[in-house]
């Protein structure tokens, strides 16, 4: 699969033909068809006492399917398999580790958006991002322009699909005023210079967060879209399936998981250094969880093991009086690109480990944010008071290493 990286960092996307070759498609759509009979299954047990029959599979815009995750990933079987398999191909995951400049991105999630039950319409423009718990927007931009991009994302349509719209350019700048003036009065209709993704079937589109983009129509037409990223690393949270898939890909899977926990030592390493006030020892982290970042991007880093260290915090019951309570309730799961990974990570701090953590990174916290409560369309948070857009001006990281003195 050949690829234009130059064209992808510039626009931040491609649209690539039979992503899925075309002897394979009828097969795996089959698969994935029984993974979805599974999955509704699933919902319709989990169904409240006022849900239809068929639970999120008929209330939800967009039914979404997590292949990796329990109880969905113990359906997975040798019927099945290829739905987990696709991922490694090298059509994705070899075309993924070329645009992001690496030598074996791993794959973070994998599901499947369905159509609904019903016509549901358009959804609003938005970037995948949350400025509250994982860093404001140029943070994000500084460290895509200085190194290039952590994550991909990627949409691959079982059925044609063209569902999809994305600004082209918009995952390296911020919103403009006009775009502002439009999301606030009717997030759902097409920006100046949005494009519309035509994928046929086997085709995908993969394009670098925090692009702007649009699902246009949530509509009853089939739609079967495989979607989910790669990165660096990642963070099995079930590996049931692992048995059912074929050698090679078994190999590739183990791999991944044993670098993302070697990731996870690292992180330690980075959050110990912080607790030990060891400079040495936190930029030699810094460098080993993202090899040949640049200063903006080391400052990036440093700010995903802020919330890493405020959810360690969190998770050991101490009393953030000073952490708001939209924060409060994000820190449960694992974020792909970031360094929080979820409550078992914890465990490896003590209690007077974790307030001591968090009283280190409490100045870089407060740069974050304001008393002000801020709101901006365009993201998939409500009104908070941290920064959406705004990362600590004239704040580095060896300005963070100095305030362990004071």
Known sequence: MKVNRDQFMEDGYLVLREVVPPENLNALRESYELMVSRQREIWSKERGPNDPPGGVWETSPQPRLLLGRDPLAKRIDEETASTVEIWAHENMQGASSELLGAEDAGVTEMMLMCSPVKDCGP????????PIDTAPLQGYIDDIVETGPRYVQWNLSLYDDNVLWVLPGSHLRVNTEAENRQLLADPKTPLPGAVQTHLNAGDGVVYILPILHWGSNYSRKMRRTIHGG???????????????????VQDKFHRWNERSEQMQGWTENALRAVI???????????ENLHPERGEKGKMLSTVF???????VALEHGC????????????????????????????????????????????PVDALLKTDEELYLPGFQSGPMHYYFN??????????FIQTWEL
């Open 276 to 286: 030990e006030k060891n400079s040495t020892d936190y930029h030699a982290a810094l």
């Open 305 to 311: 093991l802020c919330k890493a260290a405020c959810f």
């Open 390 to 399: 705004e990362m600590p001006a004239n704040f580095g990281v060896a300005d």
């Open 230 to 248: 790669f990165s660096n690393h990642t963070h099995y949270q079930a590996f049931d399936y692992i048995d059912f898939l074929s050698l090679a």
């Open 123 to 130: 959804a609003a423009w938005h970037r995948d991002h949350h």
């Open 319 to 362: 009393q953030l009086t000073d952490i708001p309570d939209d924060l409060k309730n994000r820190g449960k799961g694992f974020h792909a690109i970031t360094l929080n990974w979820g409550p078992p990570f914890a465990e490896r701090f003590t209690k007077e480990e974790a307030v001591t953590l968090w009283e280190r990174f409490k």
